[in-house]
């Protein structure tokens, strides 16, 4: 199984890494935003509930 990027806004090891946390640790989109944003990715919660 392969995953189509074309077209996304952000780097493709971002959008992994939030997954990954997303799913290994069940944390609320908030808090996903908040790490994000640590590591130097700005993006909006609603973003990721989208």
């Known amino acids: 199984m ?3 990027f074309k077209g996304i806004h952000y780097p493709k ?5 939030a997954v990954y946390l997303y799913v290994r640790f069940g944390v609320s989109y ?3 935003e908040e790490i994000m ?3 130097g990715v700005d993006v909006d919660h609603a973003t ?3």
Do not use: P, V
């Not at 090891?13 to 890494?17: D, P, Q, R, T």
């Open 2 to 4: 392969t995953i189509d």
């Open 13 to 17: 090891g971002a959008i992994l890494y």
């Open 30 to 32: 908030r808090d996903l």
């Open 37 to 39: 944003h640590e590591r």
């Open 48 to 50: 990721l509930n989208g």
